[in-house]
Nanobody, 124 residues
Framework: QVNLAESGGGSGQAGGSLRISCSTS??????MGWFRKEPGKEREGIAT????????YYADSVKGRFTVSQDNIEHTLYLQMNNLKPEDTGMYYC???????????????????WGQGTQVAVSS
């Protein structure tokens, strides 16, 4: 288990953009993901990416608006969030695993290393 560190959260307006980052402290996971937790709701998986060849999967709620990417030299995971909506408000967590993640499935239980989260607030 590795501690990950998110950064870059903050406030944005509907229609705007934000980018959040996640440092992996030099560790290379086979899969990484972004999850979101809104107040009163369970943590939701929104995007995953494999280390090689970098296959990406998105939840329907963010598909076409969010892009996950990774810098394998800097060991950093990114989430570019465009066309923000108020319902994107929540705590965003990055996660990693050296195991296998089924294509097209974003499950909290598949990941064993987590960050502390970074808050994103989107106003209308």
């Amino acid at each position: 288990q590795v501690n990950l560190a998110e950064s870059g959260g903050g406030s944005g307006q509907a229609g705007g953009s934000l980018r959040i980052s996640c440092s992996t402290s030099g560790h290379q996971f086979s899969y990484m993901g972004w999850f979101r937790k809104e107040p009163g709701k369970e943590r939701e998986g929104i995007a995953t990416i494999s280390a090689h060849p970098g296959n990406e999967y998105y939840a329907d709620s963010v598909k076409g608006r969010f892009t996950v990417s990774q810098d394998n030299i800097e060991h950093t995971l990114y989430l570019q969030m465009n066309n923000l909506k108020p319902e994107d408000t929540g705590m965003y967590y990055c996660a990693g695993t050296w195991g296998y993640v089924e294509p097209g499935v974003i499950r909290t239980s598949d990941f064993d290393s987590w960050g502390q989260g970074t808050q994103v607030a989107v106003s209308s």
